[in-house]
């Protein structure tokens, strides 16, 4: 329940007080036009990326990133309190565990945020496979002690059999934010306090929903193996 209002906090913070500059509608704009554009490189040379693109866009973008990254570890705080609840592991333990492990993974994720955003970008359809694939890696480091690059095959190896119904699991998370989201918007006056607050809820519920799914997909595929 901490959890869960700190991580409300931390939306709501970031939705209400957002840094930079969240409007891109120039950006968008300028996407369409290149795109209908029939010399892709006379536009661009007329009207150049850092026309529409400012500074406090830039701004705006590294901020959302720390946002992401943030809820991440959240969400990873919790899946580690979680597993040492499921495999009877003294609570008290959960900090160590961890504060000891979690810098594998934040150099891991570091070192793919790049070429994983162009990945993305891309092969957008590509992540409906990775990410079932790894759904276990963040477990094997925290709690068995696994290199990140071995433990990025094992995940794969050790999800064999489940990827389909981790996928749909996703699906379904997704499809329950989705609607939420929806009504939400329909119901709420666009850029008021009311919907911010009730959005930072979702996204923060729908985070941790995640983890916890992850948690006892990753006590699952372990117990297995016992």
């Known amino acids: 329940m901490l959890l869960l209002l700190f991580a409300w906090g931390v939306s709501f913070a970031f939705l209400q007080f957002p840094p930079g500059d969240p409007d891109f509608s120039q950006f968008i704009y300028w996407s369409e036009d290149l795109a209908d554009a029939k010399d892709f490189v006379a536009y661009y040379n007329a009207h150049p990326l850092r026309t529409v693109l400012t500074a406090g866009n830039l701004i705006y973008l590294g901020s959302f990133l720390l946002y992401l990254a943030g809820m991440h570890l959240i969400g990873l705080f919790y899946f580690t309190l979680f597993v040492c609840d499921a495999r009877k592991v003294p609570m008290e333990r959960?900090?160590?565990?961890f504060f000891t492990r979690i810098w594998w993974l934040i150099l891991y994720s570091a070192t793919l945020m790049i070429p994983g955003l162009i990945g993305f970008a891309v092969f957008p359809y590509l992540y409906l496979f990775a990410i079932p694939a790894f759904y276990v890696r963040s477990?094997?480091?925290l709690f068995d002690k696994q290199d990140v690059y071995k433990a990025t095959l094992i995940s794969a190896a050790k999800t064999r059999g489940h990827k389909f119904?981790?996928?749909l699991e996703l699906v379904m998370i997704s499809m329950v934010y989705t609607v939420i989201h929806y009504i939400i918007s329909v119901a709420l006056a666009s850029g008021s306090t009311g919907i911010f607050l009730v959005e930072s809820f979702l996204r923060s519920f729908i985070c941790l929903?995640?983890?916890?799914n992850m948690g006892m997909r990753f006590h699952m595929v372990t117990a297995l193996d016992k």
């Not at 959960?94 to 565990?97: D, G, Y």
Request: a positive charge; zero cysteines.
């Open 209 to 212: 929903a995640i983890f916890r």
């Open 165 to 167: 119904s981790i996928f």
């Open 139 to 141: 477990g094997l480091v």
């Open 94 to 97: 959960a900090p160590k565990i």
